[in-house]
């Protein structure tokens, strides 16, 4: 990774070596500790990784049976898994006999269920004895794979969900169910599309790794380098500059990364420095960093993984969900220029100014085409194709306009001109580097999927979903608030654990139903989750983006992540709006491209408006300034203005407008000639 980021731009002497390694090391963290390899085995990895991303692209566009694709791509993650993470950190960068054994009985326990046909599913509550010994295997491997991938706590937390559906009977109410033995609990996940192949690796199959090539494609045509010096020229020379500059960057480079840490840390590398010289500590710096790398996860028209689950699980198009996502995400933003223009008057920023090679309108008039990139695949479900397919054909734009310039082709224009050899030169090339690491980059979450996939199979058998919304529901005595503080607080725990896509998934199947019980509309319960989910990135002990943040920056993590915290808590307070009062969910766009016609556009308009200002009085309430220091009665006026505002009821909103204005009159007629901190 840190040779990546100093592909994408050459980061500042004040960034050291130690410190790339550090992030370097907490990136492995999340997406496991990988091999590298050289000679004959990088080759034969390359050339698996390239295999299975081609066939992922032929899968997007012609017809392969459900079955077929999912037990493919397990297959192929099981193969590379075993052979890219290293059952333990001393045996790096070789592989064992073992991780040979495990890899190619992946793909056995898969061309099993492939080569049986239709009746291997129908057989599924009773199992032969060859099916039970290939799906108790699968099992354990999809538990190992997430192990080394993601960490223990995944595979830990999975095998609670099986001893729960096992030891049913011997539970105390209301936990208590019939149970389910051995073959029946390994025939619902190994033979069924409820569980391990179930919703999760269909997104992970058919649409996750389709956005991690396509943003692969991306990176390696330059887009992620362009976004930053686009950010650098159209931002800098002001002192708000630098913290716009972040903001900005950390929103295009969302797409291509398609991870907040990485975000962070791409960014990072290159915008510290700016930010320490305009007056950001080491601490704050982080926290900005780390938020805007955390926007990566919930800004369209990419988003996070766990937005492809919520299309799948709602039964709704992508489009939709990227529909529902945009007011929330303007939101998210608004909140970080918020604390960026407050951070000018408390630091007291001077004036700096950046070396900017190029100007953002020249920088336009060449690399143009990026924008393109990243914008294609919202157009080409605009005209109506699926998501499967927008991904595919902005994919082949990405791939197309990048031989634009010679310094962004895929494939050297050397090849093409006979100056080098073709086969050399494509194998060199930076298509055939998108390809392998669009299928790299994918096994952390396609392991994690899968794994998931047990969880939901267990919830589903067991009828754990219903039991524990009638356990929420008894503790909230009905009440709608309580009950989303409950679920925001259990979804925020999860978190802590496990990664965004896992939380969200867990939490659709145990938590949803109870707001949904309570009139919320479906699709605004999962986006509440998904919001709440997306916190585990900032959250110890899982707060990666800014404990990588502060390796950049030399902070201390902890701090670092509560300055994260900060820069976010105004827009994650948003969520409340969706569920609590109707008209809150008018922040998501009705939900729906078919309804948007029908929309009460005023009604949207002042609940956008009345969030916008909540987020602005919270984020003065949390930075302790707004024109100047706030005094103690401001800062509560703030704070009750902030949480009365996000609270969709019309006197709510009346007496927080009264109270944001009467700190902004408090605040402009006592000004004191001192204006910094």
């Known amino acids: 990774m840190a040779e990546e980021i100093a592909r994408i731009h050459q980061p500042d002497a004040a960034i050291s070596e130690e410190a790339l390694k550090r992030a370097e090391e907490l990136i492995e963290e999340e997406e496991g500790v990988q091999n590298k390899f050289a000679g004959a085995m990088a ?31 397990v297959a192929f993650v099981l193969f590379l898994s075993f052979l890219i993470f290293p059952v333990v950190r001393r045996f790096r960068h070789r592989v064992m006999p073992w991780d040979w054994v495990m890899a190619l009985l992946g793909v056995a326990v898969c061309a099993y269920l492939i080569s049986q046909g239709d009746e291997f599913f129908d057989r599924s509550i009773v199992p032969n004895d060859w099916d039970v010994l290939f799906g108790a295997v699968l099992i354990v491997l999809v538990l190992e794979a997430m192990r080394r991938s993601t960490g223990w706590i995944m595979p830990v937390i999975t095998i609670c969900f099986l001893l729960y559906a096992f030891f049913g009977p011997y539970l105390p109410p209301p936990w208590t169910h019939k149970g389910y033995d051995i073959p029946r609990l390994v025939g619902h996940m190994y033979m069924t599309l409820e569980g391990i192949f179930g919703v999760a690796v269909d997104v992970s199959s058919s649409l996750i790794i389709l956005f ?87 800004s369209p028209p990419v988003l996070g993984a766990a937005a492809f689950l919520i299309a799948e699980f709602l039964k709704i198009s992508y489009l939709d969900v990227i529909l529902m996502a945009t007011i929330p995400t303007c939101l998210y933003y608004l909140a970080l220029f918020a604390m960026v223009e407050i951070d000018v008057r408390k630091f007291g920023m001077k004036d700096v100014t950046f070396e900017r090679v190029e100007s953002a309108w020249s920088l336009s008039k060449k690399y143009w085409f990026h924008f393109l990139s990243l914008v294609s695949i919202v157009v080409f479900m605009l005209w109506g194709f699926s998501p499967v397919l927008s991904v595919f054909w902005a994919t082949v734009v990405s791939a197309v306009t990048s031989f634009l310039r010679r310094d962004t082709a895929l494939i050297p224009y050397d090849v093409f001109t006979g100056k080098e050899p073709i086969g050399r030169g494509l194998w060199n090339s930076g298509l055939i580097k998108a390809l392998s690491g669009g299928s790299l980059g994918v096994l ?5 999927c899968a794994g998931a996939g047990i969880i939901v199979g267990v919830v589903t058998l067991t009828g754990l979903g219903l039991k524990f919304s009638s356990i929420v529901l008894q503790y909230a005595g009905g009440s709608l608030l309580l009950t989303a503080i409950y679920t925001s607080l259990i979804v925020w725990i999860v978190g802590l654990a496990v990664p965004v896509t896992a939380s969200y998934i867990i939490c659709a199947v145990i938590a949803a139903p109870a707001m ?23 959250s110890p002990p899982t707060a990666l983006s800014p404990f990588a943040a502060a390796a950049i920056t030399g902070g201390d993590p902890y701090k670092t992540t509560l300055q994260c915290w900060k820069y976010t808590t105004p827009a994650f307070l948003v969520p409340f709006m969706f569920v609590l009062d109707p008209s809150g969910t008018g922040l998501l766009l009705t939900g729906s491209f078919k309804t948007l016609g029908n929309a009460n556009w005023g009604s949207i308009a002042l609940v956008t408006i009345t969030a916008a200002v909540g987020i602005v009085a919270l984020a003065g309430r949390l930075q302790v300034w707004l024109l100047r220091r706030t005094t103690v009665y401001e800062r509560w006026m703030l704070i009750v203005a902030g949480f009365l505002l996000v609270y969709p009821t019309a006197a709510a909103d009346v007496i927080g407008f009264v109270l944001v204005l009467a700190v902004l009159a408090m605040q402009w007629f006592h000004r004191p000639s001192t204006q910094t901190s």
Do not use: C, W
């Open 43 to 73: 080759v034969f990895i390359t050339a698996v990784a390239v295999a299975m991303s081609l066939f992922h692209l032929y899968a997007s566009y012609a017809i392969v049976r459900t079955e077929v694709l999912r037990a493919t791509h």
């Open 212 to 298: 991690t090539i396509y943003g692969a494609f991306l990176q390696h045509s330059g887009a992620g380098k362009f976004y930053i010096d686009f950010s650098f020229s159209a931002m800098g020379g002001r002192p708000t500059g630098a913290g716009r500059t972040v903001v900005l960057a950390s929103f295009l480079l969302g797409g291509p990364s398609g991870s907040g840490v990485a975000t962070t840390v791409t960014l990072g590398s290159v915008a510290y420095p700016m930010l320490a010289k305009v007056g950001y500590g080491k601490n704050e710096a982080g926290g900005l960093l780390s938020a805007g790398g955390l926007g990566a996860i919930i």
């Open 444 to 448: 952390n979450v396609a392991a994690t």
């Open 516 to 538: 949904i019980q309570l009139g919320v509309p479906d699709f605004a319960a999962h986006m509440f989750i998904f919001y709440y989910a997306v916190l585990s990135e900032v």
